[in-house]
């Protein structure tokens, strides 16, 4: 499936594609990374969710990568920035450029206690958090998809300038204990979801995790961790 660029007419599409190979996902991200780094950004954990205070140029970069969305400015030059529990662990431990102190008085909290943490707060984290990483390695910018029906939404680039092409659930078969969201068990599901998503050109991504039979008690067990994917598309007979 090809990329379908937003724009008015086809230059203002075309220019929307050129832009975007000109300046690549992995390339911001690489510059964010950069900046992050340099500054030694630490955020606080607020809720469900981590909270940082970043300049202009963090600002500017963490909105080119699609991560979290501002809340308010905190005073001059300074702006309150707020990140899923998903896209601060993977600054945090895939990317190594944010320190997050989860409430603690001695200081940032590392990748075990912020695992803990975070799971605490979302049960289902090790399956979103694995999914999400995996999608973002593989350069797509991830949004929730709430509003589609779905957990997750996917784009080749910054949604101003392409629209997306998946809505993706979040599933594991393994055994019913894993069981998420409780999605696509019955047909009438998978008819709905694919029929909503097929409304607004975008195809069902099934990712399937599959612990392999490991814990969930460290980062670590991540790399145990297999996803299988599945595309799922509403058949007409006219076609």
């Known amino acids: 499936m090809a990329p379908r660029w937003k724009g008015k007419d086809a230059k203002s599409k ?11 996902m992995s390339k911001i991200i690489s510059q964010l ?30 909105d080119k990568a699609c991560f979290g969305r501002p809340v308010r400015s905190v005073e001059k030059d300074m702006y309150w920035f707020q990140l899923s529990l998903e896209e601060a662990f ?39 958090y694995k ?23 996917v784009y080749r680039h910054h949604p ?10 979040v599933l594991s078969h393994e055994n019913v204990d894993d069981d998420i969201n409780g999605r696509l068990r019955v047909w009438s599901d998978v008819h709905c979801t694919t029929r909503l998503l097929g409304s607004v050109a975008k195809t069902l991504l099934v990712l399937y995790i599959n612990k392999n039979g490991h814990s969930d008690e460290s980062p670590s067990c991540l790399e145990n961790y297999t996803i299988e994917e599945r595309t799922i598309s509403r058949w007409s007979p006219e076609q």
Not at 160 to 169: C, D
């Open 14 to 24: 075309k220019d929307a594609e050129a832009e975007a190979l000109k300046e690549p």
């Open 33 to 62: 990374h950069t900046s992050l780094v340099l500054s030694n950004t630490c955020g606080f954990l607020c809720d469900n969710s981590v909270h940082l205070a970043v300049q202009a140029e963090q600002l500017d970069l963490l």
């Open 90 to 128: 993977y600054l945090c431990y895939s990317l190594k450029c944010l320190k997050i102190n989860g409430g603690s008085d001695t200081g940032p909290s590392n990748d075990e206690e912020l695992w803990h943490c975070f799971k605490s707060k979302k049960e289902a984290f090790p399956f979103f």
């Open 131 to 153: 999914a999400y990483s995996h999608l973002r390695m593989k350069n797509w910018v991830v949004r929730s998809g709430a509003q589609y029906g779905v957990d997750l939404i």
């Open 160 to 169: 101003a300038r392409v629209h997306s092409e998946y809505g993706v659930l």
